[in-house]
Every structure is written in structure tokens, then in C-alpha cells.
């Protein structure tokens, strides 16, 4: 969004809110790339069962099933925790950072969700750490070793995304739509559904993560939660279905 401001014996210039570097961007772009070695290809966050289940069984009723996730699910509540971590770390604010690390971790609905969090979390800073390091990232780190908690990866992509200077809308897009084409990548081979098929579910959530992300960055925290029930369900029966190929 182009924002119109006017300096006193300067004239009128345009400013770009959100504006990503493009040094920035290329980091970003990396971190959340299917080579980022966090495992996000062993993880299905319950399709895996929704399509035991027949619930997603072509690409209409994944992009349902995929909306639901993204606006009620662990994109809400996820979107709403990348949004308090990213604006504590960009305010020092170590107890508020700590909050959202805490919290990130125990909102979750079953073990395997809790797992695919919190694994994807420290295998993302891990490999930030000996790879990209970052200037500033050991006082967070120190916060989360504080706070007893394991982090969960959307706090961690938060974290580092704040550090290089990316905007929170940018970040949390960014965030969302890796989130969604890992989920499709999972659908695509367990539906099984083509490429091309994959492609057009990914473009027909496009514009459903941008709300997603808008909406999260707009909630207020007393708002914190979900309503993906369907989802939660899916999760739970996989940890005992009898043949599986994703760890959730």
C-alpha cells in the first residue's frame, strides 16, 4: 500500500509500507524454500487421514479442506502468534516474545501437531544458526531457552524474519503460503492428485492466505485460538492409523 507523506520544504514524496529489501527477500525466499532442511516434506498436518477418512479425495475438496486450515486452523492461530513474536522482537520486548513462545507451544490440538511444530521450529533455527547467522538472535535465543519451551516454527520464522528487517505482512504472507504449498505438495501425492492439479489449488489459495494473513495480523490476541475441529480430529486418528506415510 503506496502511503502519501509530506515533509515541510521537501514537497511530496511516496513511501512504500511493507517495502522488502531485496538482500531480505532472497534470505526469506531460502527459509522458506521445500530445501530448508526443517523436514516440512514428512508432515501432513492430518491430510493423511482426511484422505483415509475420504474427506479429501480430489483437488476441490483439498482446497476446502486446505481454506479451512488456513482461516480457522493453525493459520489463524499460528498467523496471530508470528504476529505478537515478530512485534516483541522489534520492540525488545523479551517477556511478549516469550508469551507467544509459550503459547505457540501448548496451542496445540494432539501430539502429532505438536510435533510437526515444534521439530520444524528448532530444525529451522538450527539450521539458521550454522548457516545465516543472524546479528542479535542469541538474546532471543536465550529467551526461549527461559522459557522451558521448545519453539515452534512459525515463532522461529517470526524471529528470524524480524531480525533481517522484513515487515510483519510480508513475513507472515510469506509464511502462510510455504505453510499451504507444503500441505499441497502432501495432498498431491497422497490423493493422489497431478501437478498440474496441485498448481491450481495453490493459485486458488492465493488469495485465501492474503486474508488469512490479514486477518491474523488484525486479531486481537484475547481472540487467540481455533475452530478447525475437523482438522484437529484427522491429526488425532492418524497417531493410531495403520498404514502412514507423513509423521502427522
Do not use: C
Request: charged content about 15%; proline content about 3%; glycine content about 10%.
Amino acid at each position: 500500500m503506496a502511503v502519501i507523506r509530506m515533509a515541510a520544504g521537501m514537497g511530496i514524496r511516496t513511501e512504500v509500507d511493507n517495502a522488502v529489501s531485496t538482500h531480505a527477500l532472497t534470505r526469506l525466499l531460502a527459509w522458506l524454500s521445500p530445501s530448508f532442511p526443517v523436514g516440512g516434506f514428512s508432515y501432513s498436518h492430518g491430510i493423511e487421514a482426511a484422505v483415509e477418512q475420504g474427506l479429501v479425495r480430489d483437488r476441490a475438496t483439498m482446497i476446502v479442506w486446505l481454506d479451512g486450515i488456513l482461516r480457522h486452523g493453525a493459520g489463524r492461530t499460528d498467523g496471530m502468534l508470528f504476529a505478537a513474536a515478530h512485534r516483541a522482537v522489534l520492540a525488545g520486548d523479551e517477556a511478549g516474545f516469550a508469551w507467544a513462545v509459550e503459547r505457540a507451544d501448548i496451542l496445540r490440538a494432539s501430539a502429532e501437531m505438536g510435533l510437526e511444530s515444534r521439530a520444524q521450529g528448532q530444525a529451522f533455527l538450527l539450521a539458521i544458526r550454522a548457516a545465516w547467522p543472524l546479528d542479535g538472535l542469541a538474546r532471543w535465543d536465550a529467551v526461549i531457552a527461559g522459557s522451558g519451551r521448545p519453539v515452534a516454527y512459525a515463532v522461529a520464522v517470526a524471529l528470524a524474519a524480524s531480525l533481517i528487517g522484513v515487515a510483519e505482512g510480508p513475513a507472515l504472507t510469506a509464511y502462510l503460503h510455504a505453510f499451504s504449498a507444503n500441505l499441497v505438495s502432501a495432498g498431491v501425492r497422497l490423493v493422489p492428485l497431478g501437478q498440474t492439479d496441485g498448481q491450481r489449488a495453490l493459485a486458488a489459495l492465493d488469495p485465501i492466505t492474503h486474508r488469512a494473513a490479514d486477518a491474523a495480523l488484525a486479531a486481537p490476541l484475547d481472540d487467540l485460538g481455533g475452530r478447525a475441529m475437523a482438522v484437529d480430529w484427522t491429526s488425532m486418528i492418524h497417531e493410531t492409523q495403520y498404514t502412514r506415510l507423513f509423521r502427522s
